[in-house]
């Protein structure tokens, strides 16, 4: 077997190889890339790289590494995330990868200059959680994976008959190049209390925008109180067709949920998930609405912001966001129907190195991660 680092021309056997997989949890999905496989990496930054594990011209394996600048230990530093890790289950394949596996993080490191290595892992997803987090025997060098931070990723779908928007008079206005000094100020002073932020001035915050593909200005809703001074923002976004998640399958849970969503949409309370393809055998989507740069300074002021993006969505949209354990505010609110999925983000760290300073249990920061990066 080879190992390899994919080209753009590989676009689209990568693409079909990553549609093949099904991560696993309450719903069984499968991710569909839309023939363009690098599409979400260039969102995140203009350093990305793909290893290709192939068998002859078969393609048995693919880890993707994502090289970002982040505001980590009080300082910007350079660190990869670890994304779309996917082997096939040839066992041969597995025992390839890894042999490669830390020859490959320690030439991402050498090639950007770097020497942390981020992931995300669903908590649901127990095969992965077995795989890659449980103890192990020291009989292969494989990195260890470090618990650094849990969040829930919440999802929006419907609000109870009698909930009432708990700031009613609070000024929500447009992104805007009247208020956009404005907004990059509190954007950045937000960021700075949060590991792993991608904004720490003007420069990083107009950068980060111009990669942002489909997402302007004029898409943030920005909060005003009445001396009309900035007290919240978001920025709704559709990823439309760089990336949809297919739901193949509903466990008994999820199901019930699917349904209840049926029955409230009757009464104009919510709004429904996507059938599975278990049942129609077609492949259709699920309709999500991010919440991008996402702050509140209190949780009535994230609620109205919350409710405005849910009002303005489309009929078949519902809203997406992460919520950090540690801050409270962007708990879901009792007055919406919500659901919520946890997941993890984990440092894989060698086995050889020290435990960097960070990962200390004083450290008790917030980190950033937006919604659409962590699936």
Same mark, same amino acid.
């Given at each position: 077997m080879n190992l390899e680092i994919a080209r753009p021309e590989d676009t689209k056997n990568l693409s079909e190889f990553y549609k093949t997989f099904l991560s696993r949890g309450l719903v069984d999905v499968k991710v569909d890339r839309n023939g363009d496989f690098f599409a979400p990496y260039a969102v995140q930054s203009d350093q990305h790289l793909t290893y290709q594990l192939r068998e002859d011209d078969k393609l048995e394996g693919i880890a993707s590494f994502v090289i970002r600048d982040v505001l980590l230990d009080?300082?910007?530093?350079?660190?990869?995330?670890? *994304?779309? +890790? *996917?082997?096939?289950? $040839? *066992?041969?394949?597995? +025992?390839?990868?890894?042999?490669?596996?830390?020859?490959?993080?320690?030439?991402?490191?050498?090639?950007?200059?770097?020497? @942390?290595?981020f992931s995300v892992l669903s908590m649901g997803d127990v095969q992965a959680l077995n795989a890659f987090v449980r103890p192990r025997t020291l009989k292969r060098p494989l990195p260890q994976y470090h618990l650094f931070r849990r969040f829930n990723m919440v999802s929006v779908h419907g609000r109870l008959p009698w909930a009432r928007?708990?700031?009613?008079?609070?000024?929500?206005?447009?992104?805007?190049?009247?208020?956009?000094?404005? %907004?990059?100020? @509190?954007i950045i002073q937000k960021s700075r209390q949060r590991d792993l932020a991608t904004v720490w001035d003007a420069q990083s915050f107009h950068e980060k925008l111009e990669r942002w593909k489909d997402l302007n200005l004029e898409d943030f809703l920005v909060a005003f109180d009445k001396n009309d001074n900035i007290v919240g923002c978001c920025a709704p976004w559709s990823a439309g067709n760089m990336q949809e998640f297919i739901p193949m399958e @509903? &466990? +008994? *849970?999820?199901?019930?949920?699917?349904?209840?969503l049926k029955f409230g949409k009757r009464l104009g309370w919510t709004r429904t998930l996507t059938k599975p393809y278990s049942r +129609?055998?077609?492949?259709a989507g699920f309709n999500f609405k991010y919440l991008c740069f996402l702050f509140a300074d209190n949780g009535d002021i994230f609620q109205s912001l919350l409710w405005k993006a849910y009002d303005e969505a489309h009929e078949h949209e519902f809203i997406v966001y992460n919520q950090q354990r540690s801050e409270y505010i962007y708990r879901r609110?009792?007055?919406?129907?919500?659901?919520?999925?946890?997941?993890?983000? @984990?440092? %894989?760290?060698?086995?050889?190195?020290?435990?960097? &300073?960070?990962?200390?249990?004083? $450290?008790?920061?917030?980190?950033?991660m937006e919604p659409f990066f962590a699936l």
């Open positions: 009080d300082k910007v530093q350079k660190v990869a995330f670890g *994304r779309d +890790l *996917r082997i096939s289950s $040839n *066992r041969r394949a597995v +025992l390839e990868w890894s042999k490669h596996f830390l020859p490959v993080m320690n030439e991402v490191f050498k090639t950007f200059d770097c020497k @942390y290595l928007t708990p700031l009613p008079h609070l000024r929500i206005r447009r992104g805007s190049a009247a208020n956009v000094d404005a %907004l990059i100020y @509190y @509903y &466990s +008994l *849970r999820a199901h019930n949920f699917r349904q209840f +129609l055998k077609v492949e609110p009792p007055t919406l129907i919500s659901a919520k999925m946890p997941f993890g983000i @984990y440092l %894989l760290h060698p086995p050889d190195q020290e435990i960097p &300073s960070f990962l200390h249990p004083a $450290n008790e920061k917030a980190a950033e």
